[in-house]
């Protein structure tokens, strides 16, 4: 939201009370709910459109990337005590590009350990019935619109108030549980995904300081992860353009929530995001806590 001076020369009460970032949080939370719930309920009331049932999820995936891009623009990029454009349209497709290709290589290695461990076998090639799916709901609406409202929210208001590593930590929790009703979900592949996602995707946010590295990163996992391996995506059961078995321990495998929950992803991921983590820390990416940029402003310069 652009400074809004009064003609004293001072903020008004009012814009200090909307930019304090729990005010802010609050706000784009309640505004991201809104469209969601919004669109899900005219979704509903829809007359028969004669659409098949994978057009019709395509499009109103693609819809509602739509309206989530639009909120960010017209509202997010205004709040908090420091604005700023999470989508910028240059270097989009470059970032989303790496993100994707990068996710994919990622969960490759994690299916080839549990190939050489014996978790993972293919037994035939796939019918990939799913695609559809995959592609538009684990892919499209799952990269953009959870990316914007766990890294473009969450984590960048909790950012403004409590630093960087408070908003990783709390992020990744609040991602990771978010799973928790997922089909075959368990306590572990709640937390392993806090983990193994909470900071790849954090890092990415911190490392770039918008939502493009992080939606190709979550994009590229599940798609890949889905359609062509035919591993369950985070529990939900898809068809690959092969078909695999996974057994064996469900540490190394995963069992029915999917590699997700299984060790190897867990440290493959986390050291790629370990990895992303401190490369953001040396360009100087990370945020202190609001209380201590306060007191460093208030302090005088030495001569």
Known sequence: M???VNASGTVPTW???????LVSLVIALGAAVGVILG??????????TGLSDAAMMGL??????????????VLLRHLGEMPRDDLPLKGAGRDTLFGFL?????????????FILGAYTITAWGGSTSAPLILFQAGLFAGFVEEVIARGIIFRFLE?????????????????FLHADNPNATWFSSLAISIEAGILLGAAYMYTRNLWLAIGLHAGWNIVQGYVWDVPVSGNQVDGLVES?????????????????SVIALVIATTAGVWLLREAMKKGHVIQPRWVRNRKARQPISE
């Not at 109103?60 to 623009?73: C, D, H, Q, W």
């Not at 630093?163 to 930590?169: E, I």
Request: proline fraction near 5%; charge should be neutral; include cysteine.
């Open 2 to 4: 652009p400074e809004t």
């Open 15 to 21: 814009r200090r009370v909307v930019a304090f970032p």
């Open 39 to 48: 669109f899900g309920w005219l979704v509903t009331r829809l007359p028969d």
């Open 60 to 73: 109103t995936a693609v819809i509602a990337v739509l309206l989530m891009f639009a909120l960010s623009k």
């Open 102 to 114: 990068g996710a994919g290589w990622l969960m490759t290695m994690c299916v080839g350990v549990a």
């Open 160 to 176: 403004e108030f409590a630093g960087s590593w408070a908003a990783l930590v709390i992020s990744a929790l609040v991602f990771g």
């Open 245 to 261: 078995q996974m057994s064996g321990h469900p540490l190394i495998s995963g069992g029915a929530f999917g590699l997700e929950a």
